[in-house]
């Protein structure tokens, strides 16, 4: 097992955009509570030299340059564009009244804008998120319609929702190629360590944890993640990856396993509105996510599937939570 070398040269920059799709949901854990459903699309560049390769807007160029971690002088620079809901209910969906010893039901749709710098062992990501907690998300109606259409228990608690409330988020989080080992005959392993931090009104606080990936042909990119900003890790590095090797040798397979540690200082879905009165409950501190799962590559797609175990994030939960999250890219 060997470390990366830091003073690796870049290799060909990647000019291929890619487009991943993440649904995150309970059903397949036999549960319809807490985090219960998320999705999100977001688009990646092509690698760029200069953020204003895209024609950013002249009134956002000195923001731009202004980013802390992500202008570092000799990385390779890519644009994501994201726009994504969540939402999340309460254990009894057949209970009309106010539940005051379980979570809120809540909805959140959102736009985030992200800005990654990376080189052959670190990535730096600064995304911004702008959206409306609320009936405004209209979780509420995706929740009922999808429930109906499946013909599973409709949730009648909505009217005691959240209210509806525009946010500000800034988010920023590191990963490193700490370890990469190359076993021959495509075998290879690595190991992909995060930290980062989060500040507005729907969410501030701090995180840290690690990712492990062992397979055959392991893409060559920062990793698989959940739904969270500066998550967006499926880009290839560059042409050293299996999503462009020869057509005949585009396949790959790896198991990954991953920890994610989060320390809560404000979360609007559990600490209610934040100018407004709302139902709220006392949330912990410290909230611990597990992920194993496999993933696939075939021609230019990568995709994952996995298994999360979280603790409970407030103190009357009464399980920890299980989901599935399902994610597919294509790079073009």
């Known amino acids: 097992m060997v470390g990366l070398n830091p003073c690796l040269a870049q290799k060909t920059p990647k000019a291929h955009d890619t487009v991943t799709f993440y649904l995150e949901n309970d059903v397949f854990t036999g549960t ?4 219960t459903n998320g999705i999100k699309l977001t688009w990646i560049s092509r690698d760029l030299s200069d ?4 024609h950013t807007p002249a009134w ?3 923001f731009i340059d202004a980013l802390p971690f992500v202008n570092k002088p000799g990385t390779v620079r890519n644009v994501s564009v994201s726009i994504g809901q969540n939402m999340y209910a309460p254990e009894d969906l057949e209970r009309s ?4 010893d379980d979570r809120p039901y809540a909805g959140i749709t959102y736009l985030g804008a992200g800005f990654h710098a990376k080189d052959s062992r670190r990535m730096d990501s600064f995304e911004i998120n702008i959206g409306i907690v609320g009936p405004h998300s209209y979780a509420e109606q ?8 499946i013909d599973t228990t409709e949730p009648k608690g909505w009217d005691h929702q959240l209210k509806d409330e525009p946010f500000l ?25 995060h930290a980062g931090a989060a500040l507005g009104n729907a969410l501030t606080g701090i995180n840290t944890g690690a990712q492990a990936r062992f397979g055959w042909h392991l893409p060559n990119d920062f990793g698989t993640f959940l739904i969270r900003p500066g998550s967006d890790t499926n880009a290839p590095m560059d042409e050293d990856d299996p999503r462009f090797y020869p057509v005949s040798q585009r396949l790959g397979c790896h198991v990954f396993a991953g920890v994610n540690a989060s320390a809560v200082i404000r979360n609007i879905f559990l600490d209610g509105n934040t100018f407004r009165d709302s139902h709220s409950v006392d949330k912990k501190p410290l909230v611990v ?24 994030e407030y103190d009357i939960q009464k399980e920890d939570q299980e989901y599935t999250s399902i994610t597919v890219s294509y790079s073009f």
């Not at 990469?180 to 290879?188: E, M, P, T």
Request: no cysteine; net charge positive; glycine share 6%.
């Open 32 to 35: 319809d509570r807490e985090y």
């Open 51 to 54: 953020y204003h390769e895209l």
């Open 60 to 62: 956002s160029r000195d």
């Open 97 to 100: 009244d106010l539940i005051l």
């Open 142 to 149: 995706v929740q009922k319609t999808w429930h109906k259409f």
């Open 169 to 193: 988020n800034l988010h920023y989080e590191r990963k490193w190629k700490l370890l990469k080992s190359d076993f021959g005959k495509g075998i290879g392993f690595d190991f992909i360590p």
């Open 289 to 312: 996510q597990g992920v194993a799962g496999v993933a696939v590559m075939v021609h230019r797609f990568k995709i994952t599937y996995a298994y999360v175990y979280q603790t409970r």
